[in-house]
């Protein structure tokens, strides 16, 4: 039997979307006002899901003050307050898009987190506006 917990986080980072190969102009027609010079920000909101089988010894999936303390400590506290194309390398040649940066945190928390157990992260940009990443199962 499987179960799937979660643990909810969040961060606050500014970014700008664009293509340092393309025009100013190209880049407004297509990422609109993402693309402002002078960046803008988001209240991102994470949820970290594990899924795997119960320990019959403890009775979790996984113990979620660890899980905690991973993400605050390999997300939070490396994103919060940051300008995502200036302050993390990651994203100085990679356009910081949602999808870009959700896959960056499950790229980061997937080191930490034992292989047995499948991992999931949605990335919330706005209350509207998600994206989820399990791993690249691509064909």
Not at 36 to 50: A, C, K, R, T, W
Not at 98 to 111: D, T
């Amino acid at each position: 039997m499987k179960v799937t917990v979660s643990r909810r986080a969040h961060f606050n980072a500014a970014h700008k979307l664009y293509r340092k190969d393309w025009s100013d102009k190209k880049n407004i027609e297509v990422f609109g006002k993402c693309s402002n010079q002078n960046f803008h920000g988001h209240n991102y909101e994470i949820i970290v899901s594990l899924t795997g089988k119960i320990n019959s010894e403890t009775g979790f999936v996984y113990d979620l003050g660890v899980l905690k303390e991973i993400i605050k400590e390999k997300i939070e506290d490396k994103l919060d307050h940051k300008n995502l194309n200036i302050d993390i390398p990651e994203f100085s040649n990679l356009n910081p898009t949602a999808e870009n940066i959700v896959v960056f945190i499950y790229n980061e928390l997937r080191k930490y987190i034992e292989k047995d157990l499948e991992l999931e992260v949605t990335l919330f940009e706005t209350p509207r506006n998600f994206v989820k990443y399990s791993g690249d199962n691509l064909k």
